[in-house]
């Protein structure tokens, strides 16, 4: 098991285009949670799928939207972008019956230019 | 509101000498609160929650609800344990975690 993988590993990008950042969540998990961790911070919980739903949101706009599979992979769109959205995603899964460990992916390293 | 507080961006001792990384939270409620750690070019990967009571490479936390903290220590550093540590708390039955900033540990030999 590969555990979680994401991709692409790194993205540039202008200002005012839109972005889709993929994740695959480790073997048997169902839940999958999307992170911002700009330089210097902690991760911000973004939103979580459940279900191919959005179970929990936290402070971010509604430019940022995602979407879950069957699969329960997932994936993340941020539309309109800024400069201050540059960061590292980081996409974390797990399992709903049981554990609340997370299990994180590598990132997606985003920048905006 | 929820807040998780680390005030140190960076702590540097030598092997062998006691670690203490502080972590103080804010929550009204009953948190789980948790340590991750990250070491060089690895990814974000959990090393103990309070909930389990257990050490894990050596590392114990106790949780202090009347000082709202819980302080990672390991009463003799390892080279190995050089890594950036992040508290994190979440509300029970919920996993969305809100994490601090991070310390780094830097243990010279």
């Known amino acids: 098991d590969a555990g979680v993988t994401q991709s692409p590993t790194h993205l540039i990008k202008t200002r005012g285009q839109q972005v889709t950042l993929r994740c695959s969540p480790k073997?048997?998990?169902?839940?999958v949670s999307w992170y911002q961790q700009a330089l210097g911070q902690g991760p911000q919980f973004i939103f979580q799928y459940y279900e191919e739903e959005e179970r929990q949101r936290g402070n971010f706009p509604d430019r940022f939207s995602g979407h879950q599979f069957p699969n329960y992979s997932s994936e993340l769109n941020v539309n309109a972008l800024l400069l201050g959205d540059s960061a590292l995603y980081l996409c974390?899964?797990?399992?709903?019956?049981?554990?609340?460990?997370?299990?994180f992916g590598p990132g997606t390293r985003l920048t905006v230019t | 509101a929820q807040r998780v507080t680390q005030p140190e961006k960076l702590l540097s001792v030598f092997k062998g000498a006691p670690v203490e990384l502080k972590c103080n939270y804010s929550?009204?409620?009953?948190?789980?609160l948790f340590w991750y750690v990250q070491y060089s070019r690895q990814r974000l990967q959990l090393l103990l929650r309070?909930?389990s009571r257990e050490s894990i490479k050596g590392f114990t936390a106790d949780l202090n609800k009347g000082e709202t903290s819980f302080h990672l220590k390991k009463p003799f550093a390892q080279e190995e344990d050089s890594a950036m540590y992040y508290c994190?708390?979440?509300?029970?039955?919920?996993?969305?975690?809100?994490f601090g900033t991070g310390t780094r540990l830097l243990v010279s030999p």
């Open positions: 929550y009204s409620g009953s948190p789980e």
């Open positions: 974390a899964s797990s399992f709903s019956g049981t554990s609340y460990e997370q299990y």
């Open positions: 073997s048997g998990h169902d839940t």
């Open positions: 309070h909930i």
């Open positions: 994190a708390l979440s509300r029970r039955g919920f996993q969305k975690l809100v």
